[in-house]
């Protein structure tokens, strides 16, 4: 049995007989590559990918607000790596284990979140 590597930045192999999955392997890959972002002031997140990684670092309050339009599995992950308080709420209506917002409490903390379309809300993982 030969083996085929195909375009991932992990060089992922296949069998020539999984070939027809190529593209799902792909787009599953596309789907978890984390998007990045290191914020000063307060912010919105992107929505646009499955795992949003948001980097506070500031000595002021900032809030960062998790995007109205979740997608099912979206994950966000917010990391406080300045002094100052860090509060995470949502853009619209939803919740976060039921409260409006969320605190990191001290430095260097993170509140790791993903929305669940079976429980409409996002929920802290």
């Known amino acids: 049995m030969t083996t085929r590597r195909i375009r991932n930045p992990n060089v992922i192999t296949v069998n020539p ?10 787009d599953h890959h596309t789907l978890i590559k984390p998007f ?12 646009n990918a499955g795992y949003e990684v948001v980097d506070v670092d500031s000595s002021s309050t900032v809030t960062v607000s ?16 300045g002094t100052g308080a860090v509060t995470v709420d949502t ?9 409006a917002s969320k605190v990191i409490a001290s430095r260097y903390e993170i509140l790791r979140c993903i929305w669940l379309d079976s429980a409409g809300e996002w929920v802290v993982i």
Do not use: C, N, W
């Not at 990045?36 to 929505?47: E, H, I, L, M």
């Not at 997608?71 to 992950?77: A, F, L, M, T």
């Open 17 to 26: 007989e999984a070939e027809s999955l190529r593209q799902v392997v792909i």
């Open 36 to 47: 990045f972002s290191k914020q000063t002031a307060s912010y919105t997140t992107t929505g």
């Open 66 to 81: 998790l995007h109205a339009t979740p997608s099912d599995g979206q994950q966000v992950v917010v990391k406080r790596m």
């Open 91 to 99: 853009a619209g209506s939803e919740t976060i284990d039921g409260a």
